[in-house]
């Protein structure tokens, strides 16, 4: 060794350090045989509680929606069909409105009936009685193309009932139109146009050109609805339309 120089000397045999030559620490990388503290370390309890908290306030926000909207679609498609419902008692009454026809008949005792008679709503008879034509008759069974029909208001539900035969016939079984009715009021036009609270004319021929009906039902706006009756000719003008034909 010269001028105080220290020198690493190897030994070629043992492959160590020469005697007496200075001990120095041989670089490593740090990763060498062990891992970090950071790459050992996790999720904590406090931060595992904290994401399932969070995923909890998610579903039942998810739960929450889902139901909110099935809940909503159920009360859509109710409200659609009701409204379907109601839609086919008003065409049902327009059509017999409009099929009205001047033409007494009998009830089953014999006794003679107007054409179109109306008396105060009772669960023991019937609020509009008349007479209709156009009543189809597929099957081709042996009764006339006209047809009485009656409507009732009976335990808060508007019922229609009909017969098979214009005179002496028995009603068949009566068929619930609307429920949940608390009030019905109706009012008819006649032939000066003035409106009517009952139709009970002297003149069994007499028709009202025009029904005015009111239907209040539970949780519902009050309805009003008006109907031609019998084309809205006046009862002279359709005894001979009927003539005529």
Partial sequence: MRGGDQQLMFSCAGGGLEP????????????????SSADERGFTLIE?????TIFAMLAAAGVMLLGNTVSAQGQISAHMEEQGGMVRVIALIDQDMREAVPRISR??????????????PSDDQPFLQFVRGG????????????????????????ERRTYGQVD????????????????LGFAFRDAQGEWVDQWQQPGPMAMPRAMRLVIDREGQPALTLMFRVGSGQPAEQQQQANADG
């Fill in 135 to 158: 009543w189809s008759n597929l099957d081709d069974k042996p009764r006339p193309d006209l047809q009485k029909v009656e409507y009732w208001l009976r335990d808060d539900k508007l």
């Fill in 107 to 120: 009830t089953e005792s014999g006794t003679l009936a107007p054409v179109f008679f109306s008396r105060a």
């Fill in 168 to 183: 002496g016939a028995a009603g068949g079984d009566p068929a619930m139109l609307v429920e949940g009715v608390k009030a």
């Fill in 48 to 52: 595992l509680l904290v994401a399932l």
């Fill in 20 to 35: 007496g030559a200075p001990h120095r620490r041989l670089w490593a990388p740090a990763f060498a045989g062990a891992r």
